[in-house]
């Protein structure tokens, strides 16, 4: 609840009476008032409730790589709160090249947030620049500015990179925000500018503002990576232009729409308080609002009267969460009128390492201790990973660590030159960049007329709170349109089967497959085989992208020898270290049972008398399932050991994992080819479906030996999750292992 000072004066004569009225008007008056903040604030909440925010930090191990090298990195996922994501268990890695193909792709598994990975870079990959971005399922359902994206160079030297464009006026901009959002006929504004050239980045070039007659009635210069604010007051009457010369090029762009009502907002810092100012020249405008919010919570909740055209807060900066946040203004009717970004400092973790020798000589043992405080300095626990490359004029030490992007490059719009500049540097001049940065790069996750509307957004992609969701449509054979109801079953068959069976909702169907890992043929079918229906899966990675503004990769003649040194590396480990670099294991947690459990009765095959027929087995030895021909068509009761009879209906029959809906088609099986057969006594509930127990049959290299698959089937080769691979870190632990 805000509570607002109002003196009023009063110059005529009134009775008590009058003086109770007039009194209970004001409260009931700034009660409503401070209502209208409420409601703003509960609706926010709800929505970012509703709105999950996950984001991803990729540590690679360097930037710089040679084909035939391998990417390592560790996935970190978070929530909102910069915290470790209990949500999603599967993170999407690509590398993109420019045309925002993917060369190169992996699904790694997450585990409490956190899951390493491995990619390994081939010779058909082109020397250039690349983009390598991460993101969770749940992440697809923002836009793809939200993913992680980083920059990597790749160096082939059998093939040259493309050649260099030239830069053109076309890459040029000079791009003018004003604080607030708006400009406002005959209201001062500060207005920031970014001047880019070539890929986005900040060129240190003046420009200016001229109005009908040519004057200039503005100067500015950037301070920082082509950034900069200024000071200016639109004229009714005047039209304007930016005007600037770079390389030669005289330029000229269109300022922003000017209003000719509106509202203008203004931040300014006194150190532990800040005012936020409004002005505005629409009369009907009695009392704002704002709402400032920090990573999805509300910090501040106020009202304020204007007068004379202003209003004036007076925030008490303690209140506001670190990092970024975003301070909005509000009529009374619920209307955003103004915004902009605030940046408050982080306490950072505090890292030290100690036992670094500079003395070190190759094959030297290196013992690093590394210890973790808060900012009070006690100790405290974090997950953490560690990069050792070469530093030189190839490879430069990345601007790009989890501290800055979790902060601020993952909070605001585009790529952020430098960001490491604005963590490093936290004096005034460095708080003045930073604020610049917020106002020319300020945006936000959300749409204020979708949080206000107090209803429960919808979402097309499921966060993979278990494992890997692959997703498809249902669609009738005789055309493309999604079917509703209909049952589709998955199989990933094998010695470790993954099966799985959904009913399509709008034609989309959602296959729940767990942890599966590795490349595998994955198998998917309409209920019962029917070739009326067809099943297509989705592209499990992002088609989502962005305008990537990548450099051009330069090379010069100088740099021949730091690229000889890691080639010859390179094809090194590749040929002596083959067999290691390429040892993938499983996870030790790597859960092998079926998904209906542990089988009621195992019959292995080899432990009886061989009969050439399937039927004969069945009828012979397995005594939990009743076998009945019935004009020429086979069908299975299997026995209800809780109920002592037989159910009624056809069992789920499985052969390595892959549904059978004809039984003929089993009895046809050379009985030679099967290792075993499991059956399940009980009912079992997988989804939407009820099966009267099953009888699973398995072959012994778990590849369907001997069947044939119905004509309705769709085989795919299938990359499940990355095979976790071992890194090889050799030992030299004797003389002649080091010399």
Same mark, same amino acid.
Request: glycine share 6%; aromatic share 12%; proline share 4%.
């Given at each position: 609840?805000?509570?607002?000072?109002?003196?009023?004066?009063?110059?005529?004569?009134?009775?008590?009476?009058?003086?109770?009225?007039?009194?209970?008007?004001?409260?009931?008056?700034?009660?409503? #008032?401070?209502?209208?903040?409420?409601?703003?604030?509960?609706?926010?909440?709800?929505? +970012?409730?509703?709105?999950?925010?996950?984001?991803? $930090?990729?540590?690679?191990?360097? +930037? %710089?790589?040679?084909?035939?090298?391998?990417?390592?990195?560790?996935?970190?996922?978070?929530?909102?709160?910069?915290?470790?994501?209990?949500?999603?268990?599967?993170?999407?890695?690509?590398?993109?090249?420019?045309?925002?193909?993917?060369?190169?792709?992996?699904?790694?598994?997450?585990?409490? *947030?956190?899951?390493?990975?491995?990619?390994?870079?081939?010779?058909?990959?082109?020397?250039?620049?690349?983009?390598?971005?991460?993101?969770?399922?749940?992440?697809?359902?923002?836009? #793809? #500015?939200?993913?992680?994206?980083?920059?990597?160079?790749?160096?082939?030297?059998?093939?040259?990179?493309? /050649?260099?464009?030239?830069?053109?006026?076309?890459?040029?901009?000079?791009?003018?925000?004003?604080?607030?959002?708006?400009?406002?006929?005959?209201?001062?504004?500060?207005? /920031?500018?970014?001047?880019?050239?070539? $890929?986005?980045?900040?060129?240190?070039?003046?420009? /200016?503002?001229?109005?009908?007659?040519?004057?200039?009635?503005?100067?500015?210069?950037?301070?920082? &990576?082509?950034?900069?604010?200024?000071?200016?007051?639109?004229?009714?009457?005047?039209?304007?232009?930016?005007?600037?010369?770079?390389?030669?090029?005289?330029?000229?762009?269109?300022?922003?729409?000017?209003?000719?009502?509106?509202?203008?907002?203004?931040?300014?810092?006194?150190?532990?308080?800040?005012?936020?100012?409004?002005?505005?020249?629409?009369?009907?405008?009695?009392?704002?609002?704002?709402?400032?919010? +920090?990573?999805?919570?509300?910090?501040?909740?106020?009202?304020? &009267?204007?007068?004379?055209?202003?209003?004036?807060?007076?925030?008490?900066?303690?209140?506001? *969460?670190?990092?970024?946040?975003?301070? +909005?203004?509000?009529?009374?009717?619920?209307?955003?009128?103004?915004?902009?970004?605030?940046?408050?400092?982080?306490?950072?973790?505090?890292?030290? @390492?100690?036992?670094?020798?500079?003395?070190?000589?190759?094959?030297?043992?290196?013992?690093?201790?590394?210890?973790?405080?808060?900012?009070?300095?006690?100790?405290?626990?974090?997950?953490?990973?560690?990069?050792?490359?070469?530093?030189?004029?190839?490879?430069?030490?990345?601007?790009?660590?989890?501290?800055?992007?979790?902060?601020?490059?993952?909070?605001?719009?585009?790529?952020?030159?430098?960001?490491?500049?604005?963590?490093?540097?936290? *004096?005034?001049?460095?708080?003045?960049?930073?604020?610049?940065?917020?106002?020319?790069?300020?945006?936000?996750?959300?749409?204020?007329?979708?949080?206000?509307?107090?209803?429960?957004?919808?979402?097309?992609?499921?966060? !993979?709170?278990?494992?890997?969701?692959?997703?498809?449509?249902?669609? /009738?054979?005789?055309?493309? @349109?999604?079917?509703?109801? %209909?049952?589709?079953?998955?199989?990933?068959?094998?010695?470790?089967?993954?099966?799985?069976? @959904?009913?399509?909702?709008?034609?989309?169907?959602?296959?729940? %497959?767990?942890? $599966?890992?590795?490349?595998?043929?994955?198998?998917?079918?309409?209920?019962?085989?029917?070739?009326?229906?067809?099943?297509?899966?989705?592209?499990? &990675?992002?088609?989502?992208?962005?305008?990537?503004?990548?450099?051009?990769?330069?090379?010069?003649?100088?740099?021949?020898?730091?690229?000889?040194?890691?080639?010859?590396?390179?094809?090194? !480990?590749?040929?002596?270290?083959?067999?290691?670099?390429?040892?993938?294991?499983?996870?030790?947690?790597?859960?092998?049972?079926?998904?209906?459990?542990?089988?009621?009765?195992?019959?292995?095959?080899?432990?009886?008398?061989?009969?050439?027929?399937? !039927?004969?087995?069945?009828?012979?030895?397995?005594?939990? @399932?009743?076998?009945?021909?019935?004009?020429?068509?086979?069908?299975?009761?299997?026995?209800?050991?809780?109920?002592?009879?037989?159910?009624?209906?056809?069992?789920?029959?499985?052969?390595?994992?892959?549904?059978?809906?004809? $039984?003929?088609?089993?009895?046809?099986?050379?009985?030679?080819?099967?290792?075993?057969?499991?059956?399940?006594?009980?009912?079992?509930?997988?989804?939407?479906?009820?099966?009267?127990?099953?009888?699973?049959?398995?072959?012994?290299?778990?590849?369907?030996?001997?069947?044939?698959?119905?004509?309705?089937?769709?085989?795919?080769?299938?990359?499940?999750?990355?095979?976790?691979?071992?890194?090889?870190?050799?030992?030299?632990?004797? !003389?002649?292992?080091?010399?």
């Amino acid at each position: 609840m805000v509570k607002e000072k109002i003196e009023i004066v009063l110059k005529v004569k009134i009775c008590r009476i009058g003086v109770v009225f007039i009194t209970c008007f004001l409260f009931a008056y700034i009660a409503s #008032s401070q209502d209208v903040s409420l409601e703003i604030k509960n609706s926010f909440e709800k929505y +970012t409730a509703y709105s999950y925010q996950e984001k991803v $930090f990729l540590h690679v191990n360097k +930037t %710089v790589y040679l084909t035939g090298e391998m990417i390592w990195f560790k996935c970190y996922v978070t929530n909102g709160s910069n915290s470790l994501s209990q949500l999603s268990k599967i993170c999407y890695v690509e590398v993109l090249g420019n045309d925002k193909r993917s060369v190169l792709q992996a699904k790694v598994s997450i585990d409490s *947030g956190t899951g390493n990975g491995s990619i390994v870079i081939p010779a058909s990959v082109r020397t250039g620049n690349y983009q390598i971005r991460a993101y969770t399922n749940w992440m697809k359902n923002f836009e #793809s #500015s939200f993913y992680f994206h980083q920059q990597i160079s790749i160096v082939n030297p059998a093939k040259k990179p493309e /050649a260099a464009k030239r830069d053109s006026a076309s890459v040029y901009s000079v791009q003018l925000f004003p604080e607030g959002g708006n400009l406002v006929y005959g209201l001062q504004s500060k207005v /920031a500018f970014k001047i880019a050239g070539a $890929f986005g980045k900040g060129i240190a070039v003046p420009a /200016a503002i001229t109005d009908n007659n040519n004057d200039t009635v503005a100067k500015f210069a950037p301070r920082k &990576f082509g950034m900069g604010t200024f000071e200016f007051t639109p004229i009714k009457g005047q039209r304007y232009k930016i005007v600037a010369k770079i390389d030669g090029n005289n330029l000229v762009y269109d300022l922003p729409k000017i209003y000719d009502n509106g509202c203008v907002m203004q931040l300014k810092d006194d150190g532990t308080e800040m005012h936020v100012v409004v002005k505005t020249n629409i009369e009907s405008i009695n009392q704002v609002f704002l709402i400032a919010q +920090t990573r999805g919570s509300v910090k501040i909740a106020k009202m304020q &009267f204007v007068k004379d055209g202003i209003a004036d807060f007076l925030i008490n900066k303690s209140l506001l *969460g670190e990092g970024i946040s975003q301070l +909005t203004i509000f009529n009374d009717a619920k209307q955003p009128l103004c915004e902009r970004l605030y940046f408050k400092r982080p306490s950072q973790l505090k890292i030290s @390492v100690a036992n670094i020798s500079v003395d070190v000589t190759k094959r030297k043992k290196i013992d690093l201790h590394i210890s973790t405080r808060d900012p009070a300095g006690k100790a405290i626990n974090a997950q953490g990973s560690v990069s050792v490359f070469l530093i030189d004029s190839l490879q430069r030490e990345p601007s790009l660590n989890i501290l800055n992007y979790l902060w601020l490059s993952s909070e605001i719009k585009g790529n952020v030159e430098s960001p490491e500049y604005y963590f490093t540097n936290t *004096g005034a001049e460095a708080n003045i960049d930073l604020d610049n940065l917020m106002l020319t790069q300020g945006w936000r996750r959300f749409k204020w007329e979708e949080v206000l509307k107090n209803t429960k957004p919808s979402f097309t992609f499921l966060p !993979e709170k278990e494992g890997h969701i692959i997703t498809g449509k249902i669609l /009738a054979t005789s055309s493309a @349109v999604p079917d509703t109801g %209909v049952s589709g079953y998955l199989a990933v068959p094998g010695n470790n089967f993954k099966f799985t069976t @959904v009913k399509s909702s709008g034609g989309i169907v959602n296959f729940n %497959v767990g942890k $599966f890992y590795g490349s595998h043929e994955i198998i998917t079918q309409p209920a019962a085989g029917d070739s009326s229906f067809r099943i297509a899966l989705d592209n499990p &990675f992002s088609e989502k992208h962005e305008d990537l503004n990548i450099d051009q990769l330069d090379i010069g003649k100088e740099l021949k020898e730091e690229i000889l040194i890691r080639s010859i590396g390179a094809q090194s !480990e590749n040929i002596y270290l083959e067999g290691i670099s390429n040892n993938y294991t499983l996870p030790e947690a790597f859960d092998t049972t079926a998904f209906f459990g542990f089988p009621s009765k195992t019959y292995y095959l080899d432990n009886y008398t061989r009969f050439r027929g399937m !039927e004969e087995v069945m009828r012979e030895y397995v005594k939990e @399932v009743h076998v009945r021909n019935r004009q020429n068509t086979f069908h299975f009761e299997v026995y209800n050991e809780l109920a002592k009879l037989y159910f009624n209906e056809d069992p789920l029959v499985l052969i390595d994992g892959v549904p059978v809906f004809n $039984f003929n088609k089993i009895m046809e099986i050379d009985p030679l080819n099967i290792e075993k057969i499991d059956v399940v006594t009980t009912r079992v509930f997988l989804g939407s479906k009820i099966f009267d127990g099953i009888v699973s049959y398995s072959t012994y290299d778990g590849d369907l030996k001997g069947y044939e698959l119905s004509p309705a089937s769709l085989i795919v080769e299938y990359d499940g999750l990355q095979l976790e691979r071992e890194f090889y870190s050799p030992k030299y632990d004797t !003389e002649d292992r080091a010399a």
